[in-house]
């Protein structure tokens, strides 16, 4: 079934920047699309950005618009989210999931990686 | 972009009852509505997709129902593993979005 987990998590100044990364283990990570979702302490979740398998097409909230960016490295197994121009309210808890074949809902689920801005 | 309204928020119910969790869209997404369970500390959990496709290893006491705009989740007998939250998720158009959720705590 596979496994995904998170890193790159912590505390950073408003304005500044970090880099998430997603390992992916246990299955074909260059044949699924894959998203990043967040939540925020005390709120709902909250759809951040995907990519599909092969990085030709990418998407954003618009509260993230211009300032993350989605990437993945199909060779290394891994997803990646660069976060520029962080803000307070970017603190949350961020997952990455693994979309279903040909589909855009998430059936495999990181553990999540806390960013506090 | 599409919006989720979840209701109730919160649902309280006992062991054994019935719970029934609602899902309205702004605008109609067709079969295209997951649901997930999420428990503190753990990730999220794929229950339904397609409206009303049970994931692999999911019971059969949920259940989903729907299309176009109003769907339900149902779970028929509540088990303490169910009392969780419960998110809605389209993904008919871009931008993907979740509902508020609604919290199934014991009554």
């Known amino acids: 079934e596979g496994l995904l987990l998170e890193s790159g998590g912590g505390l950073v100044q408003p304005g500044g920047s970090l880099r998430l990364s997603c390992a992916a283990s246990?299955?074909?990570?260059?044949?699924?699309?894959m998203t990043w979702v967040r939540q925020a302490p005390g709120k709902g979740l909250e759809w951040v950005s995907a990519i599909d398998a092969s990085s030709r097409s990418t998407f954003f909230a618009d509260s993230v618009k211009g300032r993350f960016t989605i990437a993945r490295d199909n060779s290394k197994n891994t997803l990646y989210l660069q976060m520029n121009s962080l803000r307070a309210e970017d603190t949350a808890l961020y997952y990455c999931a693994k979309q279903y074949i040909n589909a855009w809902y998430g059936d495999l689920w990181g553990p999540g990686t806390l960013v506090t801005v | 972009e599409i919006l989720l309204t979840q209701s109730p928020a919160t649902l309280s119910a006992s062991p054994g009852e019935r719970a029934t969790l609602s899902c309205r869209a702004s605008?109609?997404?067709?079969?295209?509505l997951a649901w997930y369970q999420h428990k503190p500390g753990q990730a999220p959990r794929l229950l339904m997709f397609?409206?009303?496709t049970r994931a692999t290893g999911i019971p059969a006491r949920f259940s989903g129902s729907g299309s176009g705009t109003d769907f339900t989740l149902s779970i028929s007998s509540l088990q303490s593993e169910d009392f969780a939250v419960y998110y809605c998720?389209?993904?008919?158009?871009?931008?993907?979005?979740f509902g508020g959720g609604t919290k199934v705590e014991i009554k």
């Open positions: 998720h389209q993904y008919h158009n871009w931008p993907l979005s």
């Open positions: 246990g299955f074909t990570f260059g044949n699924y699309a």
């Open positions: 605008q109609s997404i067709t079969i295209n």
């Open positions: 397609d409206a009303s």
